[in-house]
């Protein structure tokens, strides 16, 4: 199994926490602004810096196929059954959007969105295959191109084809960024925090919300890639600072459980609960709290999804081979 690189754990654990608050928040919301800015860029950069094209093409896709797509399908089973489900509880018929969106069709997730990443990125990944070996002037060309693209699209199309330019610009940023002794460039920047620090939270706010499931660039889709890469680079920064944090270690290890499993909780139960909270008057600062309270909350019931779910892989696996499940969104290399 690829060494695991102890920042790297961190910086995915801080990101996906962030993920899960930023879910708890409201559109506008001053703290959704700053998470959506760089959380899942994060990821896709993460995954550009992690790329392994080794082997032939073949036991690439299968490598992908069992840290990627399997995820994505296993949980698309699981969204098919509580769609049944439901629509039986509520007498409904199933209708044929709820069908498309299961599988994917129009670039929607039908009850569990955030599962949009996985499929995206297998995508990009698989493309990538015959991108990666080729010299850095041809993958700025290809970022160049990818970023037009970008500002062109404004609707869903099938597969999340929408989603794959932004995407793959920040894949290609992280894998970039791996050549380039990263570790040391951060550690001289980082000597300007003060200055990074307030620079990526201003940019935030002006440039606005963005979200790329929802397809939502803010102001301009260039300042939303250089406040994404300012964002990136400062909590990476905090992440070595902070890579003996043996519980950010374990969120960022088996991330992928995290996201796959939290919106289940944060739909179905949180958010009522902050709606009903809403109702009653509470706002602000204190709805911000009770909202931190909640990720917290939410996080320690992932730690017991992410121990069964990991004991169950074992027992089908008869070995703790790496993980399938549990390790991608650390090593996109599994």
């Known amino acids: 199994m690829t060494k695991r690189i102890d920042w790297i754990d961190v910086l995915k654990g801080i990101g996906i926490t962030l993920v899960v608050l930023g879910h708890l928040t409201n559109y506008d919301e001053w703290i959704m602004v700053l998470i959506y800015s760089f959380h899942m860029p994060l990821f896709f950069v993460l995954s550009g810096y992690l790329y392994n094209a080794s082997g032939g093409f073949k036991e690439f896709i299968y490598r992908k196929y069992k840290s990627i797509l399997l995820p994505f399908l296993i949980c ?7 769609v049944i489900i439901r629509s039986f509880l509520k007498h409904e018929e199933i209708g044929i959007e709820v069908l498309r969106n299961l599988f994917f069709l129009d670039g929607i997730t039908a009850i569990n969105p955030a599962i949009w990443f996985l499929i995206v990125l297998f995508i990009i990944e698989i493309i990538y295959f015959f991108i990666f070996n080729k010299k850095l002037i041809y993958k700025v060309v290809i970022c160049s191109v990818l970023f037009i693209l970008s500002t062109w699209i404004s609707k869903k199309y099938y597969f999340g084809i929408e989603y794959i330019p932004i995407s793959m610009i ?5 894998d970039i960024s791996k050549n380039i002794k990263l570790k040391t460039i951060l550690k001289k920047l980082m000597s300007f925090w003060w200055i990074i620090l307030p620079l990526w939270i201003v940019l935030s706010l002006y440039n606005g919300q963005v979200d790329i499931y929802r397809i939502l660039h803010g102001k301009s889709y260039l300042l939303m890639i250089l406040d994404a890469v300012l964002g990136i680079a400062f909590f990476a920064f905090l992440s070595m600072q902070l890579k003996n944090s043996k519980i950010l270690k374990y969120y960022g290890r088996n991330s992928i459980i995290v996201l796959c499993s ?7 139960i949180f958010r009522r609960g902050l709606s009903l909270l809403s109702t009653m008057g509470i706002s602000g600062n204190l709805m911000l709290f009770v909202q931190c309270v909640m990720c917290a909350c939410i996080m320690l019931i992932m730690r017991a999804v992410i121990e069964i779910t990991n004991n169950i892989v074992s027992r089908l696996q008869n070995s703790n081979r790496g993980g399938v499940i549990s390790h991608h969104l650390v090593y996109s290399t599994v």
Request: hydrophobic share 60%.
């Open 76 to 82: 698309q089973i699981v969204n098919s059954i509580l």
């Open 170 to 174: 920040f894949l290609i940023i992280g």
């Open 262 to 268: 939290h919106q289940y909780f944060v739909l179905y």
